[in-house]
């Protein structure tokens, strides 16, 4: 016997978002299909906090970037729908930050940079398959920060991923004159 999925659209997904009982809930639009995800742990958001303040210094150095947070919305693919809420993400765009601010809906052009902060909840299944999703889209660049094993993991179109411990200083070609040693993102949380 066989089971027929309907698969949703990004505009269907959208509206089932913002359903009043879905408020408070998590979710992301995976090929069409919704998937409900658990809410962030403490050091989940602590990380992501530094992440945001690093990139929001760096950001204000360079022209065209923007910084966003707490799982907006990314349109990746519009057949099969696809909407993720990286954790942290860089933008480019022409737009001020008050002209965004009147802005509604997902961006639905791939962001510069995507960062995925570990939670325990992750499995490595999952991960890769967000990486993989947002370098087909044309994400240039996806970080996978580790909190617990204190390492960040580059990824790029085409290359093998990269691996900073914590004592590493990163830098990226996609974004000059980023300098961070890895251990800034942890924010001196105890190891």
């Not at 698969?7 to 409900?36: H, M, S």
């Not at 052009?109 to 909840?121: A, G, I, K, N, R």
Request: hydrophobic share 40%; net charge negative; aromatic share 8%.
């Amino acid at each position: 016997m066989s089971t027929t999925v309907t698969l949703v659209t990004v505009e269907e997904f959208a509206k089932f978002a913002d359903r009043p009982e879905n408020v408070d809930r998590f979710f992301e639009l995976d090929e069409g299909e919704i998937v409900e995800l658990s809410r962030p742990q403490l050091v989940h958001g602590l990380v992501c906090a530094v992440l945001v303040q690093i990139l929001r210094n760096y950001a204000a150095r360079r022209e065209n970037l923007q910084v966003c947070s707490n799982d907006a919305g990314v349109i990746l693919s519009r057949d099969p729908g696809t909407v993720r809420g990286p954790d942290v993400f860089v933008f480019e765009s022409e737009q001020s930050l008050a002209e965004l601010m009147n802005r509604t809906g997902w961006l639905e052009t791939p962001p510069l940079l995507v960062v995925e902060v570990l939670s325990p909840s992750n499995t490595h299944g999952e991960i890769s398959r967000k990486v993989s999703q947002y370098l087909a889209s044309g994400v240039r660049l996806v970080w996978v920060i580790d909190p617990q094993g204190r390492e960040l993991t580059s990824h790029r179109a085409g290359t093998a991923p990269d691996v900073f411990g914590a004592e590493s200083e990163a830098r990226f070609p996609e974004l000059p004159d980023l300098c961070v040693r890895v251990a800034e993102f942890f924010g001196g949380l105890p190891e």
